[in-house]
């Protein structure tokens, strides 16, 4: 068995009385994919620091190829061959891609200065390996995609020779299109002998990629398993402490009156002539590959990109919605896929968070109402379960699941009659993701008519009473929840298949 390049062993770390980290171990063997798991608050961000070089322990110690060392810096960790790849990227946007791989290591000429043909066909050399040859060393950062900045994030590593490569949700912010490709990038680090640490929420990714997975819990180590030794009920079990069979609490509810119908609605070309009928007490998946009209279709409803065809009808009866406030006034709430720029403003408190969609109900004489807005806060802060110091917090402080339970709170606070969701659970932990399932499942059941949009197939199947597949911007396939087999619909996506087992 090849020897650990990284090694940790009984690390500690408090913060104010607050135990972080409680006697860690973890390793990794170069060549391997070794993935750490666990909620949010199970003390992966401090571990990463600690071998970042960013937080030094307090107690425990550290082998880097067998030498013990102390890393007093990130600038200790990049000499001895570690490498982080933040969440956050750590780039300068006005600097180019050149310039950011080689910031305060920059090749120099015999005279001291900086030798700027060396450095760019270096960076180019760099890039060509992670298969990037159409990214221009000479760009600007700042005009680079997310997922190209990822990839400069990591030739900036490797141009300091790291040996072991950490890498923080590295998909998290990325479409499914340039995940699959930077998946690409981890495997031909792996297969050139590169020790890689990966953490995600996703398991997909986890057993596509790793070869070992550590999990922790509460800042304690759990345990570590060889991957293809375990299932994903297993590591959920690890994570959170007990096993969640209700990983998908769906209840069964009464289903109700038709609440909302659609009929041939389309928005131009992207949305074209979908019909379906909503019920109270109904949870109504659909499902799709990216590009596939979903989002395109809750951003019609809800009036984001009115439509160009069809009717809408609300009980039976059309409604023209043009805004999102009309749609809001007429009781329908949508909760949007990217939480963070569209469903929160981050530097605000959660009590203001959680009033922005009713400020005319809790305003007097055009002033809100402190003590009306705070009971409210209050009350949704407890119904949602937000896990937080208080109401005062500011959102952007929060984990991603409970930013997930400020915005759903928000819209619910409305007293909607349909409340649309879109990619309901996506860059939240396990457990987090149960908790999010959870409250859907009692909402349906006070009678909420829920549209649920997402790319995961467990989810739409977990979670629904029927499923639409959606392709090229129509409706494809239609199935029952028990006949929603996740062959069937999978094909479906792809336009493999098609069904038509539910009206």
Known sequence: MTEPILALSDIAKSFGGVQALKGVSFD?????????LGENGAGKSTLIKVIAGIHRPDAGEMRVAGDRVHFASPRDAAAAGVAVVHQELLLFPDLTVAEN??????????????????MRAEARRLLDELDSPDLDVDRRIGSLSVANRQRVEIAKALSQNARVLVMDEPTAALSDADARRLLDVVRRLRDRGVAIVYVSHRMAEIFALSNRVTVLRDGAYVGTRDTAAITEAGLVEMMVGRSIDQLFPKTDVPIGAPVLEVRGLSYRDVVTDISFTLHAGEILGIAGLVG??????????????????????????????????QARDLGIAYVPEDRGQQGLVRPQTIRENLSLAILGRIARGGFIDTAREKSLAHDLFARFGVRARGIEQRVRQLSGGNQQKVVLAKWVATEPRVLIMDEPTRGIDVGAKAEIHALMSRLAGQGLAILMISSELPEVLGMSDRVLVMSGGRIVARFDRDGADPKVVGAAMTGSAGGEAAA
């Open 28 to 36: 990794v063997r170069p060549g391997e994919v070794h993935a750490l």
């Open 292 to 325: 596939s009209g979903r989002t395109e279709t809750a951003l019609t409803i809800f009036g984001i990109t009115p439509a160009t065809a069809g009717e809408i009808l609300l009980d039976g009866k059309p409604v023209a919605i043009t805004s999102p406030g």
């Open 101 to 118: 791989i080689f910031l305060g290591h920059a090749p120099r000429t015999r005279l001291g200065t900086i030798d700027w043909g060396r």
